[in-house]
């Protein structure tokens, strides 16, 4: 066969699967692979993200509000904390949200390793203080050994234990959905359905906040841009973190990667399918009611951006030593 042959062959190959090679050039760009940087670092901080040992009842870890196994959220209009204490919003995905702007709802925290302190020291979640959390570690010999090796001293601290607990959330991206397989030129990765779901999507308005690999995350908006919308959430959103009056009911846009698997939907939750979100904010958002057909073609594009799920072995958490406080899970947050 000549070369000028076998070329032929290749391109009549690509063409007739659909894959043709060539990233198309869209608001929405993949997802690509995490990169590991310190592989022990990202291992420690692994253990840490799954140890309920960080929270007052020895019952909550990271991973109970922000379940690897439902999508890195809890399916909860709120969460649940310490004492069964309602949650006053919703858990957003830890998945990509290394990609966001800012963390949480209101964006009052600056990267990941800001946000993991978070929780363990708020009453209503993880309900411990960042000196009790040191002190549990600080006394169990496997995490002292660990944090010498990835830190080059025995001492733990709260810094340590957020940015090991950050190094592993920054692993957990989702990739290779079958959208950015269509980016990246595999016209037969979609429907004609779903493609037609991704124009209305994109003519609709939907991309001037949802861009980006996240499909969202990287900025804040108003929640009622065109109508007011209806909560009996208490959460007011940015001017929380700015005091300025115009943040009120400013919002970080969410990412939309893996949305089928995050239900509820919004900072309250409201929204249990996603049928109901895009109506919603179709109206509220963008002033428009989608048809029934479009409606079911949004959504059925929203499900194509649903990457490869995070799949490593359970890691095995070290022992407690006889030093080790023990957890008192019906504790009043005052006291531990």
């Not at 001492?155 to 079958?178: C, G, H, M, Q, Y």
């Not at 990457?307 to 359970?314: E, H, W």
């Amino acid at each position: 066969m000549t070369i000028r042959t076998m070329g032929f062959c290749v391109v009549a190959f690509w063409l007739s699967t659909g894959w043709v090679g060539a990233q198309r050039a869209e608001p929405i760009q993949p997802i690509s692979p995490a990169t590991i940087d310190d592989p022990r670092m990202m291992e420690l901080g692994k253990k840490l993200y799954f140890d309920p040992r960080l929270s007052r009842s020895g019952f909550i870890s990271c991973n109970s509000c922000h379940n690897l196994s439902m999508g890195g959220s809890d399916n909860l209009k709120t969460s649940i904390g310490h004492n069964w204490q309602k949650g006053p919003i919703n858990a957003p995905t830890v998945l990509n949200s290394s990609m966001s702007v800012a963390q949480f709802w209101d964006g009052r925290a600056r990267d990941l390793r800001e946000q993991a302190g978070g929780p363990i020291a708020n009453p209503g979640e993880m309900a411990f203080t960042h000196e009790l959390a040191v002190e549990v570690i600080a006394s169990i010999p496997q995490y002292v050994q660990e944090f010498e090796t990835v830190f080059g001293t025995p001492t733990v601290d709260i810094d340590k234990i957020t940015s090991a607990i950050a190094a592993f959330e920054e692993t957990l991206v989702t990739p290779n959905s079958r959208f950015d397989k269509w980016l990246s030129g595999d016209s037969a990765a979609l429907t004609p359905t779903e493609v037609q779901g991704y124009e209305v999507f994109k003519t609709s308005g939907c991309v001037v906040c949802h861009n980006g690999p996240a499909a969202g995350g990287t900025s804040f908006r108003k929640m009622g841009v065109v109508e007011p919308y209806r909560t009996d959430n208490p959460a007011e959103g940015r001017v929380a973190v700015t005091g300025r009056d115009a943040d009120r009911f400013n919002f970080k846009v969410p990412t939309m990667r893996n949305v089928e698997l995050t239900y509820p939907y919004f900072h309250d939750g409201a929204a249990d399918t996603l049928a109901q979100a895009v109506d919603v904010m179709g109206r509220v958002q963008l002033g428009r009611r989608f048809s029934e057909d479009d409606n079911a073609k949004i959504v059925a594009f929203l499900k194509t951006l649903t990457g490869d799920q995070p799949t490593f072995p359970l890691p095995l958490l070290p022992p407690s030593s006889d030093k080790t406080p023990r957890p008192n899970p019906f504790a009043p947050t005052s006291t531990r």
